[in-house]
Nanobody, 124 residues
Framework: QVQLVESGGGLVQAGGSLRLSCAASGRTFSTFVMGWFRQAPGKDREFVALITRNGGYTGYADSVKGRFTISRDNAKNTVYLRMNSLTPEDTAIYYC?????????????????WGQGIQVTVSS
């Protein structure tokens, strides 16, 4: 079992930046592949980024590649999502997720634990 709590969301102008954090507690953080997903109003939840247990591999959705960076600090039990060059299309609730599966997956069905989500709003 692991508990995930996101922070760092808010309102930002287009072109701006935000850094989301997700603090984990419970099971050993370094045993989880971590992911970020987002859900905009009226849309399905979509994959944003993932990072493997030791941070050696990261993956991104095409829509955020080159703008977003996922990272983790296993000593602090925290995963981060740095978001640059934000656009109104990035407006969504962002969720942190964890999976015990050793192979990183981009489907939300592959994740066992979820945070409560945090709002990111980008104004034009």
């Amino acid at each position: 079992q692991v508990q995930l709590v996101e922070s760092g969301g808010g309102l930002v102008q287009a072109g701006g930046s935000l850094r989301l954090s997700c603090a984990a507690s419970g099971r050993t953080f370094s045993t989880f592949v971590m992911g970020w997903f987002r859900q905009a109003p009226g849309k399905d939840r979509e994959f944003v980024a993932l990072i493997t247990r030791n941070g050696g591999y990261t993956g991104y959705a095409d829509s955020v590649k080159g703008r977003f960076t996922i990272s983790r600090d296993n000593a602090k039990n925290t995963v981060y999502l740095r978001m640059n060059s934000l656009t109104p299309e990035d407006t969504a609730i962002y969720y942190c997720a964890a999976t015990t599966r050793p192979i990183p997956v981009r489907s939300s069905l592959g994740y066992d634990y979820w945070g409560q989500g945090i709002q990111v709003t980008v104004s034009s």
